[in-house]
């Protein structure tokens, strides 16, 4: 069975920082496309960052310079780094899997859901 877990949400500061992380089991993590999205309270979902299996990278325009994203395929961990954080920044996270090494930045083409965990950022 695969399972993603999210973890390392919370409340911070405008300009503060966070580090989420999912943690996957049930399937070769290294071999999956991985990615980050967002869905803030009334919106639609959204891409925030993704990294193939090579380890290519792609950032929404949104968070480029502020957020990184990392895997650590020995541990079977996903990794967002968020800096600089802002209110715009609020939402639930979800790191998702998709049955390919690369990436799309289409939502509905990972097959894999983590359960999400909330990122507010407010003064």
């Known amino acids: 069975e695969v399972r993603l877990v999210e973890s390392g949400g919370g409340s911070v500061q405008p300009g503060g920082s966070l580090r989420l992380s999912c943690a996957a089991t049930?399937?070769?993590?290294?071999?999956?496309?991985m990615s980050w999205f967002r869905q803030p309270p009334g919106k639609e979902r959204e891409g925030v960052a993704r990294?193939?299996?090579?380890?290519?990278?792609s950032y929404a325009d949104s968070v480029k310079g502020r957020f990184t994203i990392s895997r650590d395929n020995t541990k079977n961990t996903l990794f967002l780094q968020m800096n600089s954080l802002q209110p715009e920044d609020t939402a639930m996270f979800y790191c998702?899997?998709?049955?390919?090494?690369?990436?799309?930045?289409?939502?509905?083409?990972?097959?894999?859901w983590g359960q999400g965990t909330q990122v507010t950022v407010s003064s």
């Open positions: 990294i193939s299996a090579y380890g290519g990278t």
């Open positions: 049930g399937y070769t993590f290294g071999t999956y496309c």
């Open positions: 998702a899997a998709r049955r390919s090494a690369l990436c799309d930045p289409n939502w509905r083409l990972y097959n894999y």
